[in-house]
């Protein structure tokens, strides 16, 4: 309806993924740091549904606002942008670090070498994405170790095989840490590991590593997105560094709509 503002039209609601995700909160965060937002709020299901809302609004042309993140395919299915942040509610570039249980340099000096050294760029992290859509991760990541043996060689260089030794990574269930799981799986693989990949969420990935029960992840986004998982575990953990730059996380809308940025919406 032309006489409503924007922000009736989006009902003030941001649609927001599962209530467990690092974004979640930062949303929350945004949700107290704009005068504006007052009164908002955001769904939480799955990103599932936020996809499926996103795709419905676009097809509509009709006004939406999701908690969306860099690497993903949205940007590359739909014409997007993201809404400036002048609070920084949302952190400003994130970084996805490798994490591993205390003791594990000692235990598995030779996974803990490969992991050290696993870093790769957001275009090859795509490409395992894009592919998995067509097939599973699994396959889509044995495709890009395929095409990238020399990548993954200097990752494993000088590192002595193993004998089956078992390491269990666990991951968030996102396409990005799907994607980096599968290939950390397959260097460690590549080497003798036996790699146990568990999905789970991202305050579990913390805490199992925390707690020992868990090795290792490539799945923190930091500084912003998972930093109060980080802050809570800090000092349990060893910090790897990272194993991508150039990663985001924000409020997303299609190109069309007319803000551009959280602090334009009307009370
Ligand atoms: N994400 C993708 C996750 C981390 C990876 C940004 C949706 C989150 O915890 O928010």
């Known amino acids: 309806q032309e006489s409503q503002s924007v922000s009736e039209q989006l009902d003030y609601t941001i649609t927001g993924i599962e209530a467990g995700a690092g974004i979640t909160k930062a949303t929350d965060r945004a949700l107290t ?13 799955s990103t599932g549904a936020m996809l499926t809302e996103l795709e419905k609004a676009i ?3 009709e006004p939406i606002v ?4 860099t690497p993903h395919f949205m940007f590359a299915e739909w014409d997007l942008k993201y809404l400036e942040d002048p609070e920084g509610s949302f952190g400003g570039e994130e ?3 490798t994490i591993a249980r205390e003791g594990l340099e000692e235990d598995m000096p030779e996974a803990y070498t490969i ?9 090859d992290m795509e490409s395992v994405m894009l592919a998995a859509q067509e097939t599973d991760f699994a396959e889509a990541a044995q495709q890009w170790v395929d095409d990238n043996q020399e990548t993954v060689s200097e990752w494993t260089e000088g590192v002595e095989d193993v004998d089956g030794t078992a390491i269990e990574l666990v991951h968030t269930p996102w396409d990005s840490e799907r994607a980096s799981g599968h290939v950390a799986r397959i260097a ?13 969420d991202p305050a579990i990935v913390f805490q199992s590593i925390a707690e020992g029960d868990a090795d290792a992840s490539l799945a923190p986004w930091m500084p912003a997105t998972h930093g109060p998982f980080w802050d809570e575990h800090e000092g349990e953990f060893l910090d790897l560094g990272a194993n991508l730059d150039g990663a ?3 409020l997303v809308v299609p190109s069309y709509m007319e803000v551009d940025s959280i602090e334009d919406f009307e009370p």
């Open 59 to 61: 097809d509509n042309e």
């Open 95 to 97: 970084y996805l670090a």
């Open 66 to 69: 999701v908690a969306g993140w």
């Open 188 to 200: 460690l693989e590549q080497k003798g590991y036996d790699v146990k990949l568990t999905p789970v």
């Open 33 to 45: 740091d704009y005068e504006n937002l007052a009164g908002w709020e955001q769904t939480n299901s």
């Open 248 to 250: 985001k996380i924000g």
């Open 115 to 123: 992991l050290d050294r696993i870093y790769w760029e957001p275009a």
